[in-house]
């Protein structure tokens, strides 16, 4: 923009044109980084106004004491290809009209140094672009250690009370499973005591097998009790029903998969110890003496061959050698995908049924009784029925499903709705999941989706990206058949539509994020399409907020577009939340937050600006009631505003939920665990979602 006084000098509109032209090679080749740390060093030595003007100096690339529309729009498009924020040039033009506008330069066309003053003035918080945190922690070590040589005992005491409140937060976060821990392991130590004690003392056996009988039994007996327990985690359709019941304040059952693994790891162990104690048996009893061995046995074997490789040969034809040998084959194919679950699922899927094979023939490998009844299936009958009547049920007709809409959104997301299922009614809830199967892609492969629907709907909605074969396989099927418009926006019709299209699907299957109802804070955190439980969510608070007092939604994604998914809920949280008990904060995480760069910080303040006044957000390019924010979420700062907003309202606790990947969860689970012991008062209980 030309000034008005350049003008009556007589300069020519080409000449005024051609020297900004000249100054832009100037202004791109400046080193905002380099200027920051000089702000930097002004702030530590001088204070904020010795680095305010220091900042400005650097910004004024013409020194006249002022920054046109060409110096501004110059260092926040440097600023915006700093932190890879892709945008239109008329993006930063609206964005310097909002910043002149939020100092009152609409009129003088520049600012001037009082505006820039005047910014910092009304918001110090862009102040931290100049504050060395290095410095900063650095002189709270050096406080800290001056403490210490002073009031030794009083730090002393300090650490003690650390340790005691470390132990204490880490006890209300996980004692529910630290408590069935500590059961499960009693109950393996009792197991294996009973049957090796009742082993050592059976004379007969010791005669023939010696001391490896007491470990083969008492490992055996562990085996019977995990093959009963690894099952029950699985059996999703039982649990669900409990869950929803008061058990779930005194079962951990978000830690139902964490269990599955451990106790998975636990059965390999004893399956070693088994198989090695049962390796010294048979070489022990090829070489026991026949008189020994009937006194044992009885007529049991038949006849006792004298050879060792025929004796051998006797115990591997025995029921419990056939069904040993079928399931330490099952172990040695099975386990090894176990460590390749993510990378290749469906080799981990299909070979990961083998141990449906060994639970199986485990029911039969006591059959023969040579030592003892037979037990095993006592063990594991119910729960392998608890996991199978399901499995079955779903394969049949009655888990088909009406298709009422498919929607194809941006991202390669897929919106499908289906008719609810009768026996959904009375069982589903929000945030639970179900598993999905499309016979035209595969009959064979069941995956997991959360609800995007709530209870209160008449149909079951899911949403799922294009993620992998299977996925990508229902996204082009679903797209051929969802409904496509004409350039006048007219819906046109298909002749294959969606009725012709067979779904199931198996469920309601209970979730981490069902349980935001014991909450009066609750935190919702999701990444990308990992939102579509908090939907869920967000739509039953919405009609029923029950005990709940504040909700913060938090919505990271990579890609603008995205935000797009879920336009008309977030216009309905707007309309419908008139106490303000809803707050939803949106993260664009692949721009980076630079609160180093002042052409950054100037450029995230007018874009908060021109939103504040106006609704319109600059970096979606359109009006949404919640503002974008670049970056991702500094989490200590967003839990420590809900731990204050908490306080207030007489809370003590607070329900966080997080479907996302492990990164993002590790690091808002530890964000949790640290602020819950800095503040014995108030903790926060952190759930994630595991399928």
């Known amino acids: 923009m030309v000034k008005k006084d350049e003008l009556a000098k007589g300069a020519s509109w080409e000449e005024m044109e051609h020297e900004n032209d000249d100054m832009q090679p100037h202004l791109s080749a400046m080193n905002l980084q380099s200027s920051v740390r000089s702000c930097m060093e002004e702030y530590k030595r001088d204070g904020k106004q010795a680095a305010i003007d220091r900042a400005f100096n650097e910004l004024d690339i013409k020194k006249n004491g002022q920054l046109d529309r060409s110096e501004i729009n110059a260092f926040m498009t440097q600023a915006a290809e700093l932190i890879g924020l892709k945008v239109a040039p008329t993006v930063i033009d609206d964005a310097v009209d909002a910043l002149m506008d939020d100092v009152g330069a609409s009129l003088t066309k520049y600012i001037s140094k009082d505006h820039f003053d005047d910014i910092f003035q009304r918001h110090p918080d862009l102040l931290k672009c100049f504050d060395d945190e290095a410095s900063v922690r650095l002189q709270k070590r050096e406080i800290s250690t001056r403490k210490m040589s002073t009031v030794e005992r009083q730090d002393n005491e300090q650490e003690n009370r650390e340790v005691w409140v470390h132990a204490h937060a880490k006890w209300k976060s996980g004692k529910l499973a630290l408590v069935w821990t500590f059961l499960y392991v009693i109950a393996n130590i009792v197991a294996f005591t009973y049957k090796g004690v009742k082993y050592a003392n059976r004379d007969e056996a010791t005669e023939v097998f010696g001391n490896c009988i007491v470990v083969a039994r008492g490992s055996a007996q562990c085996l019977n009790l995990n093959c009963c327990l690894i099952l029950l985690p699985i059996c999703r359709h039982f649990l669900t029903r409990l869950r929803a019941t008061k058990l779930r304040f005194f079962f951990p059952f978000d830690a139902v998969l964490e269990s599955h693994i451990y106790i998975g790891v636990a059965i390999l162990i004893f ?14 009893f090829a070489r026991a003496d026949e008189v020994d061995i009937l006194a044992l046995f009885g007529d049991k074997l038949g006849d006792i061959p004298d050879g060792i490789s025929e004796r051998w040969g006797l115990l591997l034809a025995t029921p419990a050698g056939i069904t040993g040998v079928i399931m330490v084959l099952c172990l040695l194919v099975a386990y090894p995908f176990t460590l390749w679950r993510h990378k290749h699922f469906n080799s981990f899927w299909f070979t990961h049924h083998l141990l449906i094979v060994m639970v199986i023939a485990l029911c039969f490998h006591g059959i023969g009784s040579l030592l003892e009844p037979f037990q095993s299936v006592y063990w594991v009958m119910v729960p392998l029925a608890l996991y199978l ?16 809409d498919i929607a194809i959104k941006e991202g390669n997301v897929v919106g499908l709705k289906l008719a609810r299922p009768k026996s959904w009614e009375k069982h589903v809830r929000a945030g639970m999941y179900g598993f999905i199967q499309v016979p035209k892609v595969s009959c064979l492969e069941w995956h997991p989706f959360t609800l995007t629907s709530a209870p ?23 797209e051929d058949l ?3 418009q004409d350039e006048e926006g007219k819906e046109i019709p298909k002749v294959d539509n969606s009725s012709s299209l067979v779904v199931k699907v198996e469920g309601p299957i209970g979730a981490s994020s069902q349980g935001f109802s014991d909450y009066e804070i609750v935190v919702l955190v999701g990444a990308g399409i990992g939102v579509t439980p908090m939907i869920s969510v967000l739509k039953q608070l919405l009609l029923t907020p029950g005990k709940m007092k504040r909700t913060f939604l938090y919505w990271t994604v990579r890609d603008r577009a995205s935000f797009e998914w879920f336009t008309c809920l977030m216009d309905d949280i707007f309309d419908s939340d008139q106490k303000h008990v809803m707050q939803v904060r949106h993260f664009l995480t692949s721009v980076k937050d630079d609160d180093r760069d002042i052409g950054a910080v100037l450029l995230h303040h007018a874009t908060r600006a021109k939103h504040r006044k106006t609704n319109f957000d600059l970096i ?53 665990f640290t602020m819950s012991t800095k503040d014995p008062d108030f903790h926060f209980y952190f ?3 595991t399928f």
């Open 271 to 284: 399956v070693v110890m088994h198989v090695s104690a049962h390796m010294c048996d048979f070489y022990r």
């Open 389 to 404: 009547i399901p499995r079955f049920y779903r394969e049949t007709p009655l888990s088909k499903c009406k298709v009422m």
């Open 456 to 478: 209160c709907e008449d149909f079951i909605e899911f949403h799922f990206a294009r993620a992998g074969d299977w996925t990508g396989a229902v996204h082009d099927l679903l």
């Open 482 to 484: 969802a409904p496509k």
């Open 620 to 672: 979606l390019g359109q009006y949404n009631h919640h503002q974008v924010e670049v970056g991702r979420p500094n989490w200590e700062e967003e839990l420590d505003s809900v731990k204050v907003e908490a306080k207030e309202l007489g809370c003590s606790n607070c329900g966080v939920f997080l479907c996302g990947p492990k990164r993002m969860a590790d690091a808002v689970s530890d964000v949790c």
């Open 687 to 689: 759930s994630k979602e």
